[in-house]
């Protein structure tokens, strides 16, 4: 089956499972989006991935078998509080969480760095697999989560959100806002009741009554119902959002361990220091919004005391440098080590891998990768001729 074969079907697997919940503009900018470039590509495509893995890195199939995020890239990290209110930096989206072979998300995870240029240069794959190995090594032998009140300084001032864009966030929050407030009820999206529901109930006892709206964000969830609840509470406002979340396509296709969402489990697994305000109820995963709770993308402003200039953003230069590097390969070791004492047997997997392994799946990953995006950016070109 080819990537438009396997769109199709996972299209048709969307619409089987959210029914008349799923929001078909969603639909359409998530193709727009797939189209534009080969890391949107695989952001957008989890399914794929889950499809095609195994037979890309057979060699990987028999490594010890842990609760993975599957869909990690380089743009899954992010910030929260934690329920002590320290800062916390980690991965910040499980919705495909699955067991799989562990390694699978050390090769996605270098894969999307190596697709992370608009013109990839293969010889990255050397260091960008070097230093996750080694940051995940590091990890295996110490896992925990990447507190940044006291440690980390450097993590600290990479991530935390300069003063003068705070504002920048809640404006930006206010124009979607008003722009899906200004859009026809016709054509809004519909507001499902177990979406407000779960909003509801994850608000702050006390706020005043909220706002909602339709939020677009992100890529592999693009179709899904998204939306935010703004309410007013001790003073100020107060964000959640809810989206629908769905069995991994990991399980869908792969299916020894039924249908449950893993999402919440890995979240809160014993060596991160979650984000309280990340729940799992009837299919809806919630969350809080604020400029500490979002995620890390590479347009993302750098703070102004970093060793860069005032208006610059994080970019490849940051989250491909060694010390980001190895620090995703320490929160992938505590993610993995979670939910089971897997070291050991990670360990010993590791240690009987040809040296370069890594190097070269990622490789064979990103070329694969590459190339069904150029067939499906041409079949979207064609349609739009056509």
Request: with cysteine; aromatic share 8%.
């Amino acid at each position: 089956m080819d990537i438009l074969a396997s769109n199709a079907a996972y299209e048709a697997f969307l619409r089987h499972e959210l029914g008349h919940e799923l929001v078909e503009e969603g639909l359409a900018e998530k193709r727009r989006e797939m189209a534009g470039d080969a890391f949107g590509f695989l952001r957008a495509t989890y399914f794929r991935w889950a499809e095609t893995a195994l037979a890309l890195f057979p060699e990987l199939a028999d490594a010890p078998t842990v609760l993975a995020v599957g869909d990690i890239h380089l743009e899954n990290f992010g910030t929260w509080r934690d329920a002590e209110g320290r800062l916390v930096w980690g991965v910040n989206d499980y919705d495909e969480a699955a067991e799989m072979p562990y390694a699978l998300d050390l090769v996605r995870l270098a894969t999307s760095g190596l697709l992370a240029s608009p013109e990839p240069d293969w010889r990255e794959a050397e260091p960008i697999a070097a230093h996750l190995l080694a940051g995940y090594l590091k990890g295996v032998r110490k896992p925990g989560p990447t507190l940044l009140d006291r440690d980390h300084r450097w993590l600290r001032r990479t991530v935390i959100v300069p003063d003068e864009h705070r504002d920048a966030f809640w404006e930006k929050l206010k124009r979607k806002r008003r722009r899906f407030e200004k859009r026809d009820g016709a054509e809004r999206p519909v507001f499902f009741p177990r979406y407000e529901a779960a909003l509801r109930a994850a608000l702050p006892q006390g706020a005043t009554e909220p706002r909602f709206w339709y939020r677009s964000a992100g890529l592999g969830s693009l179709g899904r119902p998204r939306w935010v609840a703004q309410a007013k509470w001790r003073g100020d406002w107060v964000l959640r959002e809810a989206k629908a979340v769905l069995p991994s396509a990991w399980v869908r296709l792969h299916g020894r361990h039924g249908r449950a969402v893993r999402c919440l489990e890995i979240a809160t697994g014993r060596h991160r220091a979650p984000d309280p305000w990340y729940r799992v109820t009837d299919g809806v995963v919630v969350r809080r919004l604020s400029p500490n709770n979002r995620k890390i993308e590479t347009d993302r402003p750098i703070s102004p005391d970093w060793d860069h200039g005032p208006d610059e953003t994080l970019g490849r230069e940051v989250l491909l440098g060694e010390k980001m590097l190895k620090a995703m390969g320490r929160e992938m070791a505590a993610i993995h080590l979670g939910t089971g004492d897997h070291a050991a047997a990670i360990r010993a997997d590791l240690a009987r891998r040809p040296e370069g392994w890594l190097r070269e799946a990622a490789l064979r990953a990103a070329q694969a990768m590459t190339a069904e995006h150029r067939q499906f950016a041409g079949h979207m070109g064609a349609q739009a001729e056509s």
